[in-house]
């Protein structure tokens, strides 16, 4: 018997439960937190050796330098510098 309580008891007890079971998972949470060194595979995510930046803000270095001519020639893609421009610096660095 619920002595008298009735439909308010019966809300505390469920209410009693819900914080017992998060109290439970706060514990287990906390004892063995998720590894944040490694993100779960899959879209979204910068592979190491891409050149872009990863979700930790830093760029992982990619297999082979980029030379400045290399450089030179995304910009003159990317619409940076003009065709003129790009002819007058290839010939400084090849020279």
Known sequence: MMM???FIGMLFMFLFLA???IAAVAVISWLF?????S????RGYAQPSSP??????LVQP???????????????ARGEITR???????EDLLA
Request: glycine share 10%; charged share 25%.
């Open 52 to 57: 872009y930046p990863t979700e930790t803000g």
């Open 62 to 76: 990619s297999a082979a330098p980029e030379t400045p001519l290399d450089i030179l020639k995304r910009r003159y």
């Open 39 to 42: 993100p779960p595979s899959g």
């Open 19 to 21: 914080i017992i079971v």
């Open 84 to 90: 003129e421009e790009f002819e007058t610096m290839k």
């Open 33 to 37: 937190p998720r590894p944040l060194s």
């Open 4 to 6: 008298g309580f009735g």
